[in-house]
């Protein structure tokens, strides 16, 4: 479980230390397609048919009625229930503070121009619920669902081999707006939410998580008129640490992202040689206290520790890397981050775990992976909406704009686009 050391390597070493573990999704394509089609042809028998083959349960019903979602919240600890409420007070402050409202811009005299975001009409997320039932997961896609006005939120979620959900994400998704929950996981939840079945409405866009099954067909089904969040991959958190910070945290922060899965990787970065010798015995130390060792033990075969000297070296490094969470343990953490380009979101100072974004801060934990935080955001209140622009133009505007728009349609050899506008100032001038 010893977690590699790299001493000052050179830029040219930065590629080979930053490599993520691969998954070959492409290999999982064939089985994908299959399950895909089988849904597309056969509808809630193809459903029912993988959840007895995948999940082990036969199902009656597909979706979770009324009464089995009370009786999952009449089982849930009034401490839990609290902490959900916080949390999903939290979140919709935060996804609340990013709606813009609708500013008209007079472009030109008489030319006004206006956007205005519209929700999605009818949202999928997809929650895992096979190691752990990520009830948080619900809180982060669902809350800014409803504050963009989707007008319908679906969610799928596999069931236990009782074939009930677990109770935390059926509160959860009672409290945070959820309309309907179908007891699917897996590629036949995508498939179901894509394509339609008797059951389960067609949706237009799919957020969510998911094993490299899961993954591999949200790529598939966005490739077939259903948008997804973004492509995702393991989760990963990049550390960087001066010499102030405590080797306990960052173990702590280590291991948190280690536990998510054996493909996750943790990368720390420092200066200072005293926290790089130090970090992999605390880490054994805290992994002995964990019950998650199995995916800890292979999280921790690809992480690494890397010593690196100066404030841009180290920056270079994190924007190479373009991490899903950035932690930074230094004591100009909000200073130094000023130059992070490339991360999905970022913890600043030694007392912000990456778990406070996880669970309650009110920020998004729905985050690119895989280095694609150089292209993507995470999750927000834009991610739910659609941008419609509007124009209007006044009888003097199109006198005033009209000529420009004549002499470029004309150069682009675009005739019926110039008369568009010619046939209008003919009948003013008339």
């Given at each position: 479980?010893?977690?590699?050391?790299?001493?000052?390597?050179?830029?040219?070493?930065?590629?080979?230390?930053?490599?993520?573990?691969?998954?070959?999704?492409?290999?999982?394509?064939?089985?994908?397609?299959?399950?895909?089609?089988?849904?597309?042809?056969?509808?809630?028998?193809?459903?029912?048919?993988?959840?007895?083959?995948?999940?082990?349960?036969?199902?009656?019903?597909?979706?979770?009625?009324?009464?089995?979602?009370?009786?999952?919240?009449?089982?849930?600890?009034?401490?839990?229930?609290?902490?959900?409420?916080?949390?999903?007070?939290?979140?919709?402050?935060?996804?609340?503070?990013?709606?813009?409202?609708?500013?008209?811009?007079?472009?030109?005299?008489?030319?006004?121009?206006?956007?205005?975001?519209?929700?999605?009409?009818?949202?999928?997320?997809?929650?895992?619920?096979?190691?752990?039932?990520?009830?948080?997961?619900?809180?982060?896609?669902?809350?800014?669902?409803?504050?963009?006005?989707?007008?319908?939120?679906?969610?799928?979620?596999?069931?236990?081999?009782?074939?009930?959900?677990?109770?935390?994400?059926?509160?959860?998704?009672?409290?945070?707006?959820?309309?309907?929950?179908?007891?699917?996981?897996?590629?036949?939840?995508?498939?179901?939410?894509?394509?339609?079945?008797?059951?389960?409405?067609?949706?237009?866009?799919?957020?969510?998580?998911?094993?490299?099954?899961?993954?591999?067909?949200?790529?598939?089904?966005?490739?077939?008129?259903?948008?997804?969040?973004?492509?995702?991959?393991?989760?990963?958190?990049?550390?960087?640490?001066?010499?102030?910070?405590?080797?306990?945290?960052?173990?702590?922060?280590?291991?948190?992202?280690?536990?998510?899965?054996?493909?996750?990787?943790?990368?720390?970065?420092?200066?200072?040689?005293?926290?790089?010798?130090?970090?992999?015995?605390?880490?054994?130390?805290?992994?002995?206290?964990?019950?998650r060792h199995e995916w800890i033990e292979k999280s921790l075969a690809h992480?690494?520790?890397?010593?690196?000297?100066?404030?841009?070296?180290?920056?270079?490094?994190?924007?190479?890397?373009?991490?899903?969470?950035?932690?930074?343990?230094?004591?100009?953490?909000?200073?130094?981050?000023?130059?992070?380009?490339?991360?999905?979101?970022?913890?600043?100072?030694?007392?912000t775990p990456e778990s406070a974004g996880d669970y309650a801060s009110g920020?998004?934990?729905?985050?690119?992976?895989?280095?694609?935080?150089?292209?993507?955001?995470?999750?927000?209140?834009?991610?739910?909406?659609?941008?419609?622009?509007?124009?209007?133009?006044?009888?003097?505007?199109?006198?005033?704009?009209?000529?420009?728009?004549?002499?470029?349609?004309?150069?682009?050899?675009?005739?019926?686009?110039?008369?568009?506008?010619?046939?209008?100032?003919?009948?003013?001038?008339?």
């Amino acid at each position: 479980m010893a977690v590699k050391v790299y001493s000052y390597p050179q830029r040219e070493e930065w590629a080979a230390i930053l490599a993520r573990p691969r998954i070959d999704l492409a290999a999982l394509s064939h089985t994908v397609s299959e399950v895909l089609e089988a849904v597309r042809r056969d509808g809630d028998l193809a459903l029912r048919r993988y959840e007895e083959q995948f999940d082990g349960v036969a199902l009656d019903a597909l979706e979770v009625t009324p009464e089995e979602i009370d009786e999952g919240a009449a089982a849930l600890p009034e401490s839990l229930k609290s902490a959900i409420g916080r949390a999903i007070g939290n979140i919709e402050k935060f996804h609340a503070s990013q709606a813009i409202g609708v500013k008209k811009v007079e472009t030109s005299p008489g030319v006004w121009c206006w956007q205005k975001a519209v929700g999605i009409e009818r949202v999928g997320i997809y929650v895992p619920g096979g190691t752990a039932p990520l009830f948080s997961t619900v809180l982060m896609l669902a809350v800014p669902a409803r504050l963009a006005g989707c007008g319908e939120v679906v969610m799928c979620t596999p069931p236990g081999r009782d074939g009930k959900i677990a109770p935390a994400i059926l509160y959860a998704a009672r409290e945070a707006g959820v309309d309907r929950i179908f007891k699917l996981g897996g590629v036949q939840a995508i498939g179901a939410m894509a394509i339609g079945t008797e059951s389960v409405p067609a949706v237009y866009k799919i957020f969510g998580p998911g094993n490299r099954y899961v993954m591999a067909a949200k790529q598939q089904v966005q490739t077939q008129g259903v948008a997804i969040d973004m492509p995702a991959g393991p989760s990963e958190v990049m550390v960087v640490a001066d010499s102030g910070a405590d080797v306990r945290f960052l173990a702590a922060d280590f291991l948190s992202q280690a536990e998510h899965g054996a493909d996750s990787q943790s990368i720390l970065v420092t200066a200072d040689k005293a926290i790089a010798e130090a970090l992999p015995a605390e880490i054994e130390r805290q992994t002995s206290r964990l019950p998650r060792h199995e995916w800890i033990e292979k999280s921790l075969a690809h992480s690494s520790v890397v010593l690196l000297e100066g404030v841009q070296a180290q920056l270079d490094f994190v924007n190479a890397y373009a991490p899903e969470h950035l932690i930074v343990h230094r004591a100009d953490a909000e200073a130094w981050s000023a130059g992070v380009v490339n991360a999905g979101s970022v913890f600043l100072g030694y007392y912000t775990p990456e778990s406070a974004g996880d669970y309650a801060s009110g920020t998004n934990h729905t985050l690119p992976t895989s280095g694609y935080a150089r292209a993507y955001s995470g999750v927000n209140l834009d991610s739910f909406t659609r941008k419609i622009t509007f124009q209007q133009i006044s009888p003097e505007g199109l006198k005033n704009l009209g000529p420009v728009i004549e002499t470029m349609a004309e150069a682009e050899w675009l005739e019926a686009h110039k008369e568009a506008v010619a046939i209008r100032l003919q009948t003013m001038n008339s």
